[in-house]
């Protein structure tokens, strides 16, 4: 069966400094992986979608994501965080038929 | 402008009442899907369906029912016998059902009276 752990509930950052989201994945065959984001009382916005044509994804909003199959992981990083970056965080593993969420990761953005 | 549309943006349930969600996409994706969501939680899949007339249990299906009449629409219904429905409930739909991308409603919020 497929899964995904979010390695941290939630993440603390300062304007203009780098962001790093840790995901893990476990899937039996080789995955689609995705990461959204979801602004308060919002629904959910796909950021960027892996699906196995290179390591390295790029998203939306300057945000990437690397594949590392050896390392199961499918981190998502930013270099510098913006204060509109500050929301709820998924990352997501393709399953039979459906997608399996994680618990999601909350960035805080400070000034 | 393509989407997916949820509503009431906030809904509210009586005891003992059962409530409706309408979610409508002119995406023109065949697959729907309903998820629950709680704080701390992530997203729990309650329905979907992959074509019109059909439609499976997801993960927490107990106290909820769906139809699938239409191809744009996918009403979710809160039935009674759900004993704790206060949640922010999200609708998406993706062009087919093999795990693709899938885009997401605005969300509706059910509290209970």
């Known amino acids: 069966a497929q899964s995904v752990t979010q390695l941290d509930s939630h993440v603390s950052v300062s304007e203009g400094t780098p962001v790093l989201l840790r995901c893990n994945y476990s899937?039996?065959?080789?995955?689609?992986l995705f990461w959204y984001v979801q602004h308060p009382n919002k629904g959910l916005q796909l950021l960027l979608k892996?699906?196995?044509?290179?390591?390295l994804v790029k998203g939306i909003n300057g945000f990437e994501a690397e594949f590392k199959k050896s390392e199961t992981s499918f981190h998502l990083t930013k270099p510098s965080a913006h204060m509109s970056d500050a929301a709820e965080y998924f990352c997501v593993v393709s399953g039979f038929q459906k997608l399996v969420f994680g618990t999601g990761t909350r960035l805080l953005v400070s000034p | 402008d393509g989407g997916i549309t949820q509503s009431p943006k906030y809904l509210f349930r009586k005891e003992g009442q059962n409530v409706t969600l309408s979610c409508e996409q002119n995406l023109n994706h065949d697959a729907m899907y309903w998820y629950r969501q709680d704080p701390g939680q992530g997203l729990r899949l309650i329905y979907y369906s992959q074509i019109v007339n059909d439609f499976q249990k997801g993960d927490i299906a107990e106290g909820y029912s769906v139809s699938r009449e239409k191809k744009e629409s996918f009403p979710l219904t809160v039935t009674s016998a759900q004993k704790n429905p206060t949640a922010f409930y999200l609708c998406?739909?993706?062009?087919?059902?093999?795990?693709?991308?899938?885009?997401f409603g605005p969300g509706t919020r059910l509290l209970v009276l």
């Open positions: 899937s039996s065959y080789s995955p689609s």
């Open positions: 998406a739909s993706s062009i087919g059902g093999r795990g693709e991308t899938q885009y």
């Open positions: 892996y699906t196995s044509a290179a390591t």
